[in-house]
């Protein structure tokens, strides 16, 4: 079955320092992927996708994600994270317009 | 321009009774969702229109759940009976053409069955 799943569901950083949050999915043929934020009280927004093309795509606020084929996975980075990042992101996969599935999530906390 | 509208954002009833929930997408976009979200989960894909049409509606559980779209434009989610495990926010989104166009999504209605 197709899935996307996320290894950390909690992950605290220090606020300046450099975040990597994981992403696997399984799929059988490379799907679209993306990541999006839920900070609380607010709505779902997307941070990036990837398509096809370079495998290191560039999003808002700061957030690229490398796509590696040989690993299945599409890791979201931040060089230096700020305060504001702390919520909860999903890495979500799509089979060209069929089964868009989410992974579970993984909560950031930062410390200040 | 406005996002997408869900009402109401809250709902209380009790168990065996229905409830319906409203989702307006941005305008001129084609393909709405209906995606469900439990507490520390990610959202679940319940049904996806492209204009009034349900062209993905393998995860709606159909014993309960309905959802029509009749004009292309806005729709509507019901759920009868509800039960306490349908407890969950429920998440309205749309995109311009299919969902290799950013999904924008609407704040959600979050049920509680009791």
């Known amino acids: 079955a197709q899935s996307v799943t996320q290894p950390d569901i909690h992950i605290t950083v220090s606020e300046g320092a450099s975040l990597e949050l994981r992403c696997n999915y399984s799929?059988?043929?490379?799907?679209?992927l993306f990541w999006y934020v839920q900070s609380p009280g607010q709505g779902l927004q997307l941070l990036l996708k990837?398509?096809?093309?370079?495998?290191l795509v560039q999003g808002i606020k700061g957030f690229e994600a490398e796509f590696k084929r040989s690993q299945s996975s599409f890791n979201l980075r931040k060089p230096s994270v700020h305060w504001s990042d702390a919520a909860e992101y999903f890495c979500?996969?799509?089979?060209?317009?069929?089964?868009?599935?989410f992974g579970p999530g993984t909560r950031l906390s930062v410390l200040p | 321009e406005a996002g997408v509208v869900q009402s109401p954002r809250y709902k209380i009833i009790e168990k065996k009774q229905p409830v319906a929930f409203w989702c307006n997408p941005i305008s001129g976009h084609n393909t709405l969702y209906w995606y469900l979200q439990n507490l520390g989960q990610g959202p679940e894909l319940l049904i996806r229109?492209?204009?009034?049409?349900?062209?993905?509606d393998s995860q709606l559980p159909k014993d309960r759940f309905s959802a029509e779209r009749l004009k292309g434009v806005d729709s509507t989610l019901k759920i009868q009976p509800a039960e306490l495990g349908d407890s969950a926010v429920y998440l309205c989104a749309s995109s311009g053409q299919g969902s290799a166009d950013t999904q924008y999504f609407g704040p959600g209605t979050r049920l509680t069955v009791l």
């Open positions: 799929y059988g043929a490379t799907p679209y």
């Open positions: 990837y398509f096809s093309g370079d495998t």
């Open positions: 229109y492209e204009n009034e049409e349900a062209v993905d």
């Open positions: 979500a996969a799509d089979n060209y317009g069929q089964n868009f599935v």
